[in-house]
């Protein structure tokens, strides 16, 4: 039962499916016939749906309603391609539909199919009505889900609770936020924002609920409740005797509800009025999620596996036969809350299943059931791509091996709505006994999608299969648009460049644009020109984004002002685009969220939330703690609105500064999104271009633009010994997947190199191509008086589109003179192309790059002592100079299990940074990832850094006079860290993925 079961089944009725038949294809319904399986009461033989009958007689039956809808769906797409999804759909069927070619069978190979996750409230409809959830139903028993996570309307079963325990109807009522944002309050991690709930607003949320309930169990499906682990209001002991509650902190600068301690009488009491109102409210189900300590979440002095095995406990108290869910994500669930727990009735729901990082989830969770899951989509961002090569080269391996514990799959985009291919072939997982193959999953795809063959169609989706479905980004992340975030040199920083190959993906939109035009009057196939079309603008951005800023910090005032005006012409072409499909429209968005209010005046507020979930998510303190734009959106009427008045101003204001040499003025951009927050002007709610046209507008422009180059330097070797020769190597690629480049010129300057002048290494480079020029450079005769010595150059490049504009790229780097790292016992380890040198006197040097060595981003160059590090020991070292890469720059000291792993446990760094001053970082979870720090301000380099251990406790100290006094930076423990570490120093230029290299020296480092 754990592992997703149903338990034993009478036979089904199957007028929902016929119900939903009649929603779906009301001009076809009556040539389908639904029956239940003869097999349906045995729970043990799974679900199960087959397909036969003669043409206009279609016979569908399954064990399910819902089941006999993914049989309708498997035959709408293998025998009449037609396709039906959350983001377009094609149903260009014949008035008679055609017989299956032989009986089309399948059987789920895993009894769980988990849909939806737990910000899917906010992020795609927070003010979806019955119509909206309607059809998001249908689509997910169309493609085989059978557990959906529901939360409309339990803000009603915690208005009830507190009147219970102490609270008024108005004090209730304004503990629950609006709509947009009750996913992150039920997560533990706010409250109250956008309220107070309305009276009618909370009867309005229950009869949407109730219908969403009611709906899922009509067909088969077992609707996912949220249960209850003890999160309350911040002065709820105050009002009840015996509550012992343990403050949560705060989540992204937003106060958390407190944590009721729930092995107190008091905690049993409450759940149980819980589960009551609950049930009362929406019926039992037989599958409850709850995500204890979510994100940062205290356990203060309450043990996690006591705590786990009450709240089971109160679950199951209420609900016997009920199962925990419980999110796969971060470090959850912990080893701590499963040993306290029941596991035979939990099922892990994982959203890392596709990263590198994850292989082996029997061992992490001790065999606890799971579902292979995904997290394909991030705050409702409009990206495309996945990992869908991991998809399918681990599930059946991972379902097959001996002793898996894989029980289900679970798709948990934050929003959906997004990518119906990824969804569509990750829905097909559970229904093959064998691994899909990409390649002809793919080809298959593009027929269904648009209702034929079309080599354009075909092409298109090989592109996308090798490049936004073979994902390579580390946390599994697409490429978002730098357009449409906040404004920054940092801009688009979060985002791994590599996640795929840009210039390739352009392959795409040439295809859709050459699928024939008998093809193209489907709206599966107008969202998916206008999606990619938006995609190849969004990946520009990337193209582009450095050059600007590059051009700036030289101070090129032309160039600027050039990159400028293309930077915003391209943000006019993505308002236009976007314009032309329902699916990428401001207006739907806002219009639902003032038809939801129950007065003028909730109306207006609902608006408002509406508007602040896209851009700046909460108050100024949130927005600027890193949450403003998170969702990302290339959307119609938020481009014009605030995107391109954004960037805008910001270009405007460099350029002005440029122009007369100058700082420019700090810009406010919480003050101008706020203003926006608060607009009510109206948007388009329909299409307002056509879609092919607007998408070939986008193609012939981009064939065109300047700019769509790059340059990479490389030189062998890394480090050239005094009098040497080495060689130095110049690749240009076009970065423009849609048209060749005229004649490529190149001209290095300032190294001792040969050939000297003009190099041409190509007259036209290929779309996507590459061209290569290469110089032999030779360093100084006399040994340098340093660990490396930069010897500095600048090449030009000049290129341009075949028979367009022309434009000068200017490359500024340098080679390093030194001597390698030789000492015995040192080892190097780099993750951001970093160079190591060690000059005569044992001073060190590491020049890199690097986003980061901090959460997620372990980009950084270390020299390093394998196991030197013992319990009670210490590591010293004096940070002569840093250059200022970046205000986060690091370098110093670093520990670690394993230096030369990523995501090894024991990580503490002691670093200096230019503009910060030293940090102690250190991985307070054991995951491997630094993500809590202690940092004194106001000191830069040259300074002393000493880290001391002492068992699991870690002292940080530094010393501006050469360790004659010192001061403590802190203390921290840190958990899981070996008897023995390596030790080492390190830099990162904490690049925020600019490429900008920094040198860093060392001197008097001993362990």
Not at 101 to 109: I, K, V
Not at 301 to 312: F, I, K, L, R, W
Not at 653 to 661: G, I, Q, R, S
Not at 881 to 891: D, F, G, L, V, Y
Request: with cysteine; glycine share 10%; charged share 25%.
């Amino acid at each position: 039962m754990a592992r997703g079961g149903t338990g034993r089944r009478t036979a089904p009725d199957p007028g929902p499916a016929l119900a939903a038949a009649r929603r779906l294809l009301p001009e076809h319904a009556d040539q389908i016939t639904f029956a239940p399986l003869a097999e349906a009461a045995a729970a043990d033989r799974g679900d199960r749906f087959e397909v036969g009958g003669s043409r206009g007689a279609i016979e569908i039956a399954g064990t399910t309603p819902a089941v006999m809808l993914t049989g309708l769906h498997w035959y709408l797409k293998y025998v009449c391609d037609a396709h039906i999804s959350w983001s377009g759909s094609q149903l260009n069927l014949p008035r008679t539909l055609p017989a299956p070619g032989s009986r089309l069978s399948r059987s789920a190979t895993v009894p769980a199919r988990f849909a939806l996750n737990d910000t899917h409230d906010g992020y795609t409809g927070p003010y979806d009505a019955w119509p909206q959830w309607e059809r998001m139903i249908d689509v997910l028993a169309l493609h085989g889900c059978n557990q959906v996570y529901v939360t409309p309307g339990q803000e009603a079963v915690h208005h009830r609770l507190l009147k219970d325990f102490g609270y008024s109807d108005k004090e209730s009522r304004a503990w629950i936020p609006a709509p947009s944002h009750q996913p992150w309050w039920l997560l533990q991690n706010m409250s109250g924002y956008g309220g107070p709930m309305s009276p009618e607003g909370l009867t309005q949320r229950i009869e949407l609920g109730r219908k969403i309930v009611q709906r899922l169990r009509d067909l088969g499906m077992s609707p996912v409740l949220p249960g209850w682990f003890g999160s309350v209001p911040t002065d709820f002991a105050d009002r009840n005797h015996g509550a012992a509650t343990i403050p949560q902190g705060t989540w992204n600068a937003l106060r958390r509800p407190d944590w009721l301690d729930p092995r107190t009488p008091l905690f049993r009491e409450v759940a149980a009025a819980y589960y009551r109102h609950q049930t009362e409210l929406f019926g039992a189900s037989r599958h409850y999620k709850m995500d204890l300590l979510h994100e940062g979440g205290r356990p203060g002095d309450v043990p996690v596996p006591e705590a786990a095995g009450a709240v089971q406990q109160a679950l199951r108290t209420a609900h016997p036969d009920a199962t925990w869910v419980i999110i796969g994500w971060q470090n959850n669930p912990t080893h701590e809350l499963l040993s306290g727990v029941d596991t035979s009735r939990m099922l892990i729901v994982d959203g890392l299943s596709d990263l590198d990082a994850t292989t082996d989830r029997e061992t992490t969770w001790a065999g606890t059931p799971y579902c292979f899951g995904s997290i394909p989509n991030f705050g409702g961002r409009t990206t495309l791509g996945a990992k869908t090569h991991h998809w399918t080269e681990r599930f059946t391996s991972w379902r097959d091996r001996e002793g898996s514990a894989l029980a289900g799959t679970a798709y948990m985009p934050e929003a959906t709505d997004r990518d119906p291919a990824a969804f569509e072939l990750f829905s097909e997982l559970a229904w093959r006994e064998e691994a899909v193959d990409r390649a002809d999953w793919f080809a298959r795809y593009a027929r269904f999608r648009y209702g034929g063959e079309a080599d354009g169609a075909r092409d298109a989706f090989a592109a996308l299969r090798s490049t936004a479905y073979e994902l390579n980004s580390i946390d599994g992340r697409p490429y978002e648009s730098i357009f449409a975030v906040r404004p920054s040199w940092t801009a688009g920083a979060n985002t791994y460049d590599g996640a795929y190959d840009q210039p390739d993906f352009d392959a795409a939109l040439a295809g859709l644009l050459r699928v024939p035009e008998r093809l193209r009057d489907s709206d599966a196939y107008r969202h998916d020109v206008v999606d990619v079309a938006r995609q190849c603008l969004a990946n520009r951005s990337r193209v582009l984004f450095p050059q600007l800023r590059a051009a700036y910090e030289r101070k090129d005032l032309r160039a600027f002002r050039r990159l400028s005006k293309l930077w915003l012409q391209l943000i006019q072409l993505s308002e236009e685009v976007t314009g032309a499909h329902a699916a990428f429209l401001l207006g739907p968005w806002l219009a639902r969220a003032r038809r939801s209010g129950t007065s003028a005046a909730e109306s207006a507020r609902y608006e408002h939330t509406a508007r602040v979930l896209l851009t700046t998510w909460a108050g100024r303190e949130t927005a600027d703690d890193h949450l403003a734009d998170y969702a990302d959106r290339d959307w119609h009427g938020l481009f014009s609105g605030l995107h391109l008045p954004r960037w805008r101003r910001f270009l405007d204001a460099h350029e002005t500064a440029l122009a007369e040499d100058r700082e420019p003025a700090d810009i406010d951009w919480y003050a101008f999104e706020s203003a926006w927050t608060r607009g009510t002007e109206g948007h388009a709610t329909r299409p307002v271009a056509d879609a092919y046209r607007t998408a070939a507008r986008v193609r012939d422009y981009l064939a065109t633009a300047p700019y769509q180059g790059s340059v990479t330097v490389t030189h062998a070797p890394k480090v050239l010994a005094p009098g040497t020769t080495g060689e130095l190597r110049a690749t240009f690629r076009n970065e423009n997947g849609l048209a060749a480049t005229g004649r490529i010129d190149m001209l290095l300057h300032d190294l001792d190199a040969a050939p000297a002048g003009v190099r041409i290494p190509a007259q036209s480079v290929p779309p996507a191509g590459t061209t290569t020029a290469t110089w032999q450079v030779k360093a100084p005769e006399k040994a340098p008086d340093r660990p490396l010595l930069p010897l500095p150059y600048q090449l030009n490049t000049g290129y341009g589109a075949e028979g367009g504009e022309r434009m000068s790229h200017p490359t500024r780097g340098a080679v390093y003179a030194g001597r390698p790292v030789r000492s015995a016992g040192l080892r190097t380890y780099t993750s951001n192309g970093a160079v190591f040198g060690e000059a005569a006197d044992g001073r060190l040097g590491i020049a890199g790059a690097g986003r980061d060595f901090w959460k997620g981003n372990e980009e950084f160059g270390a020299i390093y002592r394998e196991g030197a590090l013992s319990r009670h020991g210490s590591t010293t070292v004096r940070v002569d100079s840093q250059e200022p890469t970046a205000n986060w720059a690091r370098a110093g000291l670093v520990v670690r299990d394993d230096i030369s792993r990523t995501a090894a446990k024991g990580l503490v760094t002691l670093s200096i940074t230019p503009a910060r001053g030293v940090i102690l970082s250190y991985d307070s979870d054991a995951n491997g990832s630094a993500n809590k720090s202690v940092r004194v301000p106001g000191i830069s380099a040259p300074v002393t850094l000493r880290l001391s251990r002492d068992g699991a406790t870690y002292t940080g100290e530094l010393s501006t006079d050469d360790g004659r006094s010192w001061r403590r930076v802190g203390r921290v423990r840190v958990p899981g860290a070996a008897r023995r570490q390596d030790a080492g120093v390190f830099m990162t230029a904490a690049g925020g993925g600019t490429g900008v290299r920094g040198l860093v020296e060392f001197a008097e480092w001993r362990v």
